[in-house]
């Protein structure tokens, strides 16, 4: 059985970071790429940043990232990062992360960004 658990989000200023993180178990980690995703409330769910590794990493971002969130793995610990830095109240939103391609999914971590 796969299994993805998000943890660290939670409310933070304008300006502020979190970093997020997503532990996987019931795959061979090292061999999927990652994803994280979010959804604001009323809006579809969408894609923020995709982290993929082979004979080199290779990272994939949203242009709304705008060289703010960095996306990262640890194949050791299971475990795929984000990485979130002067968030916006636009950043708002409950994040996912999810095996690339597939149906598997994390139950979603909420983060809040207000004053």
């Known amino acids: 059985q796969v299994l993805l658990v998000e943890s660290g989000g939670g409310k933070v200023q304008p300006g502020g970071s979190?970093?997020?993180a997503c532990s996987a178990?019931?795959?061979a980690f090292s061999t999927f790429g990652m994803r994280w995703w979010r959804q604001i409330e009323g809006k579809e769910r969408e894609?923020?940043?995709s982290i993929i590794t082979g004979d080199e990493v290779l990272q994939y971002?949203?242009?709304f990232v705008k060289n703010r969130f960095v996306i990262s793995r640890d194949n050791e610990k299971n475990t795929v990062y984000l990485q979130m830095n002067?968030?916006?109240?636009e950043d708002t939103a409950v994040y996912y992360c999810n095996v690339w391609g597939s149906q598997w999914w994390g139950q979603g971590t909420q983060v809040t960004v207000s004053p």
């Open 47 to 49: 894609m923020v940043a």
């Open 25 to 27: 178990s019931g795959i």
């Open 61 to 63: 971002y949203a242009d």
């Open 18 to 20: 979190l970093r997020l």
């Open 86 to 89: 002067n968030l916006e109240p």
